[in-house]
Each structure stands twice: as C-alpha cells, then as structure tokens.
C-alpha cells in the first residue's frame, strides 16, 4: 500500500513538472522567458512551447495589440501669429520590440504612455508654432500630422515602440481668445443685422412714397376723367333740356316748379311760410301759368 502511495505521488510530481515546463503562446502576445531574472528569450511565434521548470526558468507575456493614447490634458499651443489654440490629439502605438521595450519602460504599459505623451505634445508644438491658424485648422492639418508622426517613429525606436497613426482631433482657441471671438462675431452680426435694417426701412419707405404718389396720379386722373364725363354729361342733359323746352315752354316750366316743390317738401314735417300770391306757388294757383288750364281743386 505505502509503495502504491508513493508510486501515485511521484508520478502527480512528474506531472507537474512537465506542465511548469511547457506553456501555449498566443498569437496576442509576446512570450518572454526569464532565466534567473535576466531575459533569456522573446518567443513571437504562436504556439506550444517549451522551458525549464521554475526558478530556472518562468514566462512574462506582453500585450502586441495596437493600444490608443489620447491627449492627458488641454495645453495651448502659440501659432506662428502668436495666437493659443488647444489642441486634442491621439496616437495609435503598439510594443515592436519586447526586449527593448521591457529595458526601457518595464511591464507596465501605462509607464510607457506616460513617457511618450509629452514626446507627442513637443512634436505637435514644434509642428504647430511655425504654421498660422489658417494652416492648422485647415489647409496643413494632415501635413501636422504626417510631421508629428515622422518624429515619433525615431524616438519610438528606443522605447521599443511602433507609432501606427496620430490623429488630430479637435482644434479649438483658448476659452479667452473664444469668448473675444464670440463677442466680435456678435457684435459684427449686430452690426449687419442693422445695415439691413436700415436698408429695408429705406427701402419701406421709398415703396411708400411711391404708391402714395402713384395713388395720388390715379385719383388726379380718375377725378379729371370723371368731371370729364360729367362735364360731357352736364352739355348733353342741357341740350336735351333746351330742345325739351322749346317744343313746349310751359310744360317745362311746369316740371321745374314740381322739381322745385320736392326740393321744397322733402319731409311730411318741413314747413315753409310764404305768401301764396308769390310766384313760388304760381303754378299751384293757375296749374300751369298764364295761358294753362286751371289745377283741378284738390279734395
């Protein structure tokens, strides 16, 4: 029984070791073997692989991803003209050289973001500082760019690193700079939003003037046209009356006293004190002048 206890354990001890020996690469990552602290290999290869048990032997695997590091922080940076823009910036790295990388930053990925940052700001200032805004915001962006990414790629060597892209992505003036910016374009809409102000109620009133004036020239000609035809109106009712009353003088006379008493009696209440023997009621009288039959006695 002992001896089948100790086969057993024996045989569990080999297994072990002969797992701690072997370990599986994913094509992810890098494989680093350390051999008593010092880097003994860097394995890129996918795939099943083999080492010495521990404390000989024990494996590190690095990230070979493409990683994004964005700007940290908003900094200005002067233009050519001296004016501040903030610029938003990021750039796609990941770890070319493992054992580089592993000397110069160590493991942690986040010491290397932190070394390459202000590497990025200083190449995206020198690009930016001798450009005008113009430029930058937009006919030199992509050339900014192209610059900034050139200069990475050699101070990237060292850390082990490959600079994929940089990408600008916002390019903004300063909060003091945008406030007078604001204020100027305000204050120029307003001013613009005046001239056509001023220019329409010119314009308001011109088309006034005018319509008044054509208004007035309509009236003047409708008014001369109508005393025209009343005028034409007036000659032709004289001419009828004249040949009216001259094929019967007294019969006219009658119907110009009749015309004259409604005139008079417009109204059951109007009241006129004459005398009647005046030649007012002549025709009332004799019902029709000298020479005419009497009126008929009214009952």
């Given at each position: 029984?002992?001896?089948?206890?100790?086969?057993?354990?024996?045989?569990?001890l080999v297994l072990v070791l002969a797992m701690s020996t072997l370990f599986v690469v994913d094509q992810r990552n890098f494989a680093v073997v350390y051999s008593l602290g010092e880097i003994r290999e860097v394995i890129t290869e996918p795939g099943l692989k083999f080492k010495l048990p521990p404390p000989l032997q024990n494996v590190v695997f690095i990230d070979r991803r493409t990683y994004t590091l964005d700007?940290?922080?908003?900094?200005p940076i002067f233009t050519a003209e001296k004016q501040s823009l903030v610029i938003d910036w990021l750039v796609k790295w990941r770890v070319k050289e493992a054992r580089q990388f592993i000397r110069n930053t160590g493991l942690d990925l986040r010491n290397a973001e932190a070394r390459l940052s202000p590497i990025v700001q200083a190449a995206l200032n020198e690009e930016v500082t001798k450009r005008s805004v113009r430029a930058v915001l937009s006919t030199d962006r992509e050339k900014i760019m192209q610059g900034v990414m050139q200069r990475l790629s050699d101070d990237a060597k060292n850390f082990g690193i490959e600079i994929v892209d940089v990408r600008i992505k916002r390019v903004d003036f300063a909060a003091t700079i945008t406030e007078s910016v604001y204020r100027r374009m305000e204050s120029e809409r307003k001013r613009v939003a005046n001239e056509l102000r001023s220019e329409g109620s010119a314009e308001g009133e011109k088309i006034r003037a005018d319509a008044d004036r054509q208004r007035e020239v309509i009236l003047a000609e409708a008014y001369r046209e109508a005393q025209k035809v009343k005028g034409e109106g007036d000659a032709k009712a004289a001419v009828l009356y004249a040949e009216s009353f001259g094929r019967d003088p007294q019969f006219a006379q009658f119907l110009r006293?009749?015309?004259?008493?409604?005139?008079?009696?417009?109204?059951?209440?109007d009241v006129i004190v004459v005398d009647p023997s005046t030649e007012f009621f002549k025709v009332m009288r004799n019902g029709g002048g000298s020479g005419g039959a009497a009126a008929p006695a009214r009952k």
């Open positions: 029984m002992n001896r089948f206890v100790v086969t057993v354990v024996s045989l569990l700007s940290p922080e908003t900094r006293s009749l015309d004259a008493y409604k005139a008079s009696f417009r109204s059951k209440s």
